[in-house]
């Protein structure tokens, strides 16, 4: 017994010496993680709050989980998300060449009244133009800031409304095509907007008007084409919820391409837009096409 215990007690300098180490050291710092990859618009999840996802080289990341976390965003270079050549981006995340030559950046995406696939007549490439203005369109209000009117393919609901910060959102027609999707649009913004103010959307200064009241009041507009597709039935308004935790009083679009760096604590997702504590806001869909290193 008693060679047990000074054995013991022999070790007790050893141990205390150790113990200082270990509290001196502290407790250990989080891990910098770090990740790169050409900019595409955010994948978005439709729940309770919407969940947002970003596809980098080698990961998925879920932005929701990054939240009151500081994010340092770099330029690294352009790469055209059709060719992938490292060209600059002229628009939609096209080089210049891109742009004007493939069919899913025609006139017609934009401007859904010009399309002409109904009638057999090619644009760049008939056979994607079908595939995408021959299915069936939505026309739809929302509220983002004001109330718009807008279009979107039927399996693009409710993902088109999230892209666009929408708080609601109401179906109004059913079409088969793109082109009576456009023409029904045409008509409807001669008495309401189809643009979004993004300033007042992520400032969260959103109009509380009463969607269902406004689609009764706009169908009088509606051309005779798209009268049979007007959904009489009082549909449910989409409410739609974002994470975001504190709303920025003034905003600052940053051009990342410019400033080459930036770093700051992500306050909230909404729209495409990452939304940062000194009132930064970050356009991910305006810059598709770059190739950014996230340090997170």
């Known amino acids: 017994m008693q060679l047990n215990l000074q054995i013991k007690f022999e070790f007790l300098p050893l141990l205390f010496c150790f113990y200082k180490q270990k ?72 080089c210049y060449d891109c742009f004007y030559d493939q069919p899913q950046t025609g006139d017609w995406i934009l401007k859904p009244e010009l399309s002409k696939a109904h009638l057999g007549i090619e644009d760049r490439d008939l056979d994607y133009e079908k595939s995408v203005q021959l299915q069936p369109h939505i026309v739809y209000l929302a509220l983002s800031s004001e109330i718009k009117v807008g279009v979107t393919r039927k399996t693009q609901v409710p993902t088109r409304w999230i892209d666009q910060g929408a708080s609601k959102a109401l179906a109004i027609l059913e079409v088969p095509n793109r082109y009576l999707a456009g023409i029904a649009e045409i008509a409807l913004k001669e008495h309401v907007t189809d643009k979004t103010s993004w300033q007042k959307m992520l400032k969260n200064e959103v109009s509380s008007a009463d969607l269902l009241e406004k689609k009764q009041d706009l169908k009088q507009y509606l051309p005779d084409e798209v009268l049979p597709y007007y959904l009489d039935s009082n549909a449910d308004v989409w409410e739609l919820n974002y994470p975001v935790l504190h709303y920025p009083l003034k905003v600052k679009s940053l051009n990342l391409v410019t400033a080459q760096q930036y770093e700051g604590v992500l306050k909230g997702i909404k729209g495409q837009y990452l939304l940062f504590e000194d009132g930064t806001v970050f356009n991910i869909r305006n810059n598709e096409g770059i190739v950014v290193r996230w340090t997170l």
């Open 23 to 94: 509290k001196a050291r502290g407790s250990p710092k989080p891990k910098t993680m770090h990740y790169q990859g050409v900019l595409k618009k955010m994948q978005t999840e439709f729940s309770d709050t919407v969940q947002y996802y970003l596809q980098t080289e080698s990961d998925f990341l879920n932005f929701n989980q990054l939240l009151d976390r500081s994010i340092e965003i770099q330029f690294e270079k352009y790469e055209c998300l059709n060719c992938h050549k490292q060209k600059k981006i002229f628009r939609q995340g096209h």
